[in-house]
């Protein structure tokens, strides 16, 4: 039977791979039907397939909830303009310095890529200061190399694409996966910086400091519709609740579902009476919090069919003997070195349904958790690597909005990136996360 289960999960994987890759079906089929059809000619039947999926939905429910009202709640603030004053403030400290631009633009993407979107990140980062590098003569690939670094990095808030995708497929807790990492990620940030500081070292020695800077580019342009949401006079209310939203979510005070499913009306009330336009901010975001909820869910009965039948510990059993009993200990090190490269070959579906749970397994195998497997992945798979691949959406939207060429963006940012994950790798080591 152990043969039958490990082919099965192989098949499993190999059909996701190639439907994800080739875009020949939604990730939503790929990890929905193709698991359910496999197993049926595995020999299970729909009743025991149906307490599997079950099982599957209820460990990833709490996960599915909060993206669900993470999203809703940053995406109110942003509407509220919690963070425009942030990014005029960077702009009038700045000048006309491209050292202390690229600094500013790297805290804005930071600041900005709070709510775990790569595409709301580029819009914000790109358009607020793209009229400066510009009137200044700087790089446009500068702006881009920035903002890609520093929104890979952040992504790795446990709200963010991958660590959700590693929690929900290992079926371990979200903060029991990323708060060992805070260390980590706080030396990736500052990383980060120092990357940009010698970026904009390299401006400097283009073009000077010019001391005279445009008074139009001291204020960011909004429109006419996103000027009616902004609430200047309510800016330290935002401030304070979104630190006390923060607080909550790092000592996991309420559990993580709960502290945005409280949060989210409160940000409403505290901003907008008009029911009418709270109906109005929920559906607009309510499309990306949907999507990527689904695909959460998705991901449910997908790891819930893996396990419950035993095709991952078939898989891993399987694969055992052809790792070499001296690389055992060291498959998390390995993974994590190798975890943003790999950014350029998986989209994240693929990697975190397809990949990861094989290599968990595997690592298992020789007494290594698979949350620690989780941590080396969230590194460098869709974190640092996200901004740089040609196999997501924001990748696009950052080169179309900067006006670079993907090949550019890919040349100067791929050798930074990958020092990023590199630093965090070893601050994971010398630490003893993974």
């Not at 009038?92 to 775990?116: C, E, F, Q, R, Y």
């Not at 991958?162 to 990383?191: I, Q």
């Not at 901003?271 to 909820?293: C, V």
Request: with cysteine; hydrophobic share 55%; proline share 5%.
């Amino acid at each position: 039977m152990g043969n039958i289960l490990a082919i099965a999960g192989f098949l499993i994987i190999g059909i996701l791979l190639f439907l994800v890759l080739t875009k020949k079906a939604s990730i939503h089929f790929s990890l929905v039907v193709v698991p359910i059809l496999i197993a049926l000619f595995a020999g299970f039947s729909v009743a025991e397939l149906s307490g599997f999926m079950e099982t599957g939905l209820s460990n990833i429910a709490q996960t599915g909830i909060m993206i669900t009202f993470a999203i809703l709640f940053f995406g109110i603030m942003f509407d509220a303009g919690l963070f425009d004053p942030i990014i005029k403030g960077v702009i009038k400290i700045a000048g006309g310095d491209p050292v202390k631009i690229t600094m500013g633009t790297a805290v804005i993407a930071m600041v900005a890529h709070l709510d775990g979107s790569g595409s709301s990140t580029f819009l914000i980062t790109v358009s607020s200061m793209l009229p400066v590098y510009k009137a200044l003569g700087m790089s446009p690939l500068t702006l881009a190399v920035t903002a890609a670094l520093s929104a890979g990095t952040m992504n790795m808030v446990p709200w963010g694409g991958s660590t959700l995708r590693a929690a929900s497929v290992l079926n371990v807790n979200v903060m029991e996966l990323f708060a060992p990492m805070l260390p980590v990620l706080a030396v990736g940030l500052a990383w980060v910086m120092l990357c940009s500081y010698w970026l904009g070292r390299q401006e400097r020695k283009k073009i000077g400091v010019i001391k005279d800077l445009p008074e139009e580019l001291k204020s960011r342009e909004v429109e006419q519709g996103e000027e009616d949401l902004k609430r200047p006079k309510l800016f330290f209310v935002n401030v304070a609740f979104t630190v006390l939203v923060l607080i909550c979510l790092i000592t996991e005070f309420f559990p993580l579902a709960i502290t945005f499913i409280i949060a989210v009306p409160i940000a409403l009330l505290i901003n907008y009476r008009d029911l009418s336009i709270q109906q109005k901010l929920i559906e607009n975001h309510a499309k990306g919090a949907i999507y990527t909820a689904s695909i959460i869910f998705s991901a449910g009965i997908f790891t819930g069919i893996l396990q419950e039948t035993g095709m991952i510990e078939a898989m891993a059993g399987s694969m055992v003997g052809f790792v070499p009993n001296a690389w055992g200990g060291s498959l998390p090190v390995i993974l994590a070195f190798i975890a943003m490269p790999l950014s350029l070959l998986f989209d994240p579906d693929s990697f975190y349904f397809g990949v990861l749970p094989v290599l968990a397994g595997v690592a298992e195998n020789f007494g290594i958790e698979p949350i620690t497997m989780g941590r080396a992945a969230i590194i460098g798979q869709m974190t640092t690597g996200f901004p740089i691949s040609p196999l997501t959406g924001s990748t696009w939207l950052l080169v179309g909005l900067a006006g670079v060429h993907i090949g550019d963006l890919q040349k100067k940012a791929i050798p930074l990136a990958f020092g990023t994950s590199v630093v965090m790798a070893i601050m994971a080591i010398m630490i003893g996360v993974i």
